[in-house]
């Protein structure tokens, strides 16, 4: 069963960096197999969801356009672990924040039923 946990700070102030961190269990995020993207996707309160980007299994990232320049995503192979860095946050970062897992690059994909797996999510908020 794989399963996928995201973490970090709940609340950031404008102009910070926005870290979290997405625990995988259950798969292998650095070697290619059922699942070999890893990606990030966000929900703003009252909006539908947007995605952030990817990683995969080779390490290749890609972004959303409208983020790329505030937004990287690495990943750790020893903790199998990837993380989103979000620069120069504003209110309108606020959002549930998930990691989800699939077997297939679509770029942009936000349904549930592109992903394999989901995490539960984790809200952040951007206020002073």
């Known amino acids: 069963q794989v399963q996928l946990q995201e973490s970090g700070p709940g609340l950031v102030k404008p102009s910070q960096t926005l870290s979290l961190t997405c625990t995988v269990s259950g798969a292998s995020i650095s070697i290619p197999a059922s699942y070999n993207y890893w990606a990030w996707i966000r929900q703003p309160p009252g909006k539908g969801p947007e995605w952030i980007g990817v990683?995969?299994?080779?390490?290749?990232?890609y972004y959303n356009p409208s983020l790329k320049s505030r937004t990287s995503i690495h990943r750790d192979t020893a903790k199998n672990q990837f993380t989103l860095q979000l620069l120069s946050v504003t209110p309108e970062d606020t959002a549930e924040y998930y990691c989800?897992?699939?077997?297939?690059?679509?770029?942009?994909?936000?349904?549930?039923?592109?992903?394999?797996?989901w995490g539960q999510g984790t809200q952040v908020t951007v206020s002073s």
């Open positions: 989800a897992a699939s077997s297939r690059l679509i770029l942009g994909a936000t349904s549930r039923d592109t992903y394999d797996y």
């Open positions: 990683i995969s299994y080779s390490g290749s990232t």
